[in-house]
């Protein structure tokens, strides 16, 4: 068997193709466009690019995004300041905080300060536990891009098993609740599971987000399976992998993402996405 490459550029484009009439609609009910603010403290060269990332998109899709840059000396009153300032100003609609921040600062600070409302990367304890509980809330876009791509690829969930490989915050964690919530049996694997490869033969639906190249081998994966990939790793030699082996998942699975070019592309459109509902949200 061959398995299906999804297309997350094409996903990708499918999904801006829509936001960019969203926005144009707000546009025409309320007078102004969604805005969004991005916090970055200096330090983290990656997190410029990323940064860099989400500017492209929104400008694309016409939300009015300003880059919040603070110097490597930010003090955590300081950063609390600035997002004061942000969650009671009515031109930010969205924010998000580029990750990693130097190591004086305080994470907890920041998903304690952020207003849940403008929270758009579910990093905040309501937003977390909001999504816990089921209720509405925003989630960590690249939780929320791996259920796009299986909503979008009509991958039923109802009563599948999902084996789900990393508990992050960011990823695993958010991903298992999305999933329950639309009533797929979800199983969490981590770096101390026994059996690992055992219980992802068992799954209908394999998501691997462990940062560990190519760890999931066709041996791995139950014939006709659905695999998504999560990992982006940088290959000392240059390059970049997934988490999964996907020459030889190929063969075995009956869908797969690749690496480059499947949930990467999706992950900052889902962010613009959620930036333009919490816009919507705070018009009521
Ligand atoms: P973390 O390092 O925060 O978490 C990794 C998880 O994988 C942990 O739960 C860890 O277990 C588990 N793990 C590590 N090694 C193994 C192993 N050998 N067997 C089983 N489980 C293991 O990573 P993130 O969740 O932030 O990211 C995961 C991957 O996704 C990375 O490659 C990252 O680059 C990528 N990523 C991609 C994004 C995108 O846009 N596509 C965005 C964010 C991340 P334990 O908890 O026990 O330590």
Redesign the pocket.
């Known amino acids: 068997m061959t398995a299906t490459t999804i297309d997350g550029r094409k996903l990708s484009a499918e999904i801006k193709g829509e936001l960019k009439e969203e926005v144009q609609r707000f546009h025409q009910a309320h007078g102004q466009v969604p805005g969004l603010a991005i916090v970055r403290v200096e330090g983290d060269a990656a997190s410029g690019v990323y940064s860099k990332a989400i500017l492209r998109i929104a400008k694309e899709l016409g939300v009015e995004a300003r880059l919040e840059l603070l110097p490597v000396e930010t003090t955590n009153e300081e950063l609390r300041d600035v997002l004061l300032h942000l969650n009671t100003d009515r031109a930010t609609h969205g924010v998000i905080v580029q990750m990693p921040l130097p190591a004086h600062l305080s994470q907890q600070v920041v998903a304690e300060t952020l207003a849940a409302e403008k929270d758009i990367d579910g990093i905040s304890p309501l937003s977390a536990g909001n999504l816990a509980l089921g209720f509405p809330s925003f989630v960590p876009?690249?939780a929320a891009?791996v259920v796009e791509v299986l909503e979008r690829t009509k991958t039923p969930l109802d009563g599948k098993n999902v084996v789900i490989?990393?508990?992050?915050?960011?990823?695993?964690k958010p991903l298992a609740f999305m999933l329950l919530q639309r009533n797929a049996t979800v199983t969490v694997?981590?770096?101390?599971?026994q059996n690992?490869a055992k219980i992802a033969r068992e799954a209908d639906i394999l998501i691997?987000?462990?940062?560990?190249p190519t760890?999931v081998k066709a041996e791995m994966v139950r014939p006709g399976a659905t695999v998504i990939d999560?990992?982006?790793?940088a290959l000392p030699e240059g390059g970049i992998v997934?988490?999964v082996d996907f020459a030889s998942v190929s063969e075995v699975a009956g869908a797969v993402t690749p690496?480059p070019g499947?949930?990467?592309p999706?992950?900052?459109v889902l962010l613009l996405k959620q930036c333009i509902e919490a816009a919507w949200r705070q018009q009521g």
């Open positions: 876009s690249t891009a490989l990393g508990r992050s915050n960011v990823v695993g694997c981590h770096s101390r599971t690992l691997a987000a462990v940062g560990r760890m999560v990992g982006i790793n997934g988490d690496t499947g949930v990467g999706l992950t900052n």
